[in-house]
């Protein structure tokens, strides 16, 4: 799983998310990319080295307490050997009209469905901080938990 969060001098950083997509069609362009540029991108443009965020495992998909950080350059030490990132990619897809996102025209959603992959979720207890406390990350207090799996 992809987490919405980089880590920046190991701190954890929410904002950088923003820029990836930016970064990664500016890298592939071999030029800097604007934000009013952005809306005519067009292709799948890789996302390289520390642009791609970070990723987590659960050893139980019912336990966020077995959360663990993985890095991408070292799966194999995780999963055992043939294991690897084959492609991270970006595209841009229709923002819609601010701030519906529900798709077809009116845009394509950020983030849903995290219920139904990771069946803890609206549990009463803060699952998203037992999970980011089982990675050994580092939130400075202001960061809510939950937005390091979803944006709304």
Known sequence: MALLAHLDNNALDLDGMNYVALRAYGAAGGKRVSFNEMSGMTGVVPVTGTLIPLLASFADLNDPATARILRPDDLEGAFGNGYRIGDVTAEVVPNGF???????????????????????????????????????????????????????
């Open 98 to 152: 601010w701030p519906i996102d529900l798709g077809g025209v009116l845009g394509q959603p950020v983030s849903r469905g995290i219920e139904a992959k990771l069946p803890w979720w609206n549990r009463p207890d803060d699952p998203a901080a037992i999970a980011l406390k089982a990675t050994g990350l580092k939130g400075d207090g202001s960061i809510d938990p939950k937005e390091i799996f979803t944006r709304k």
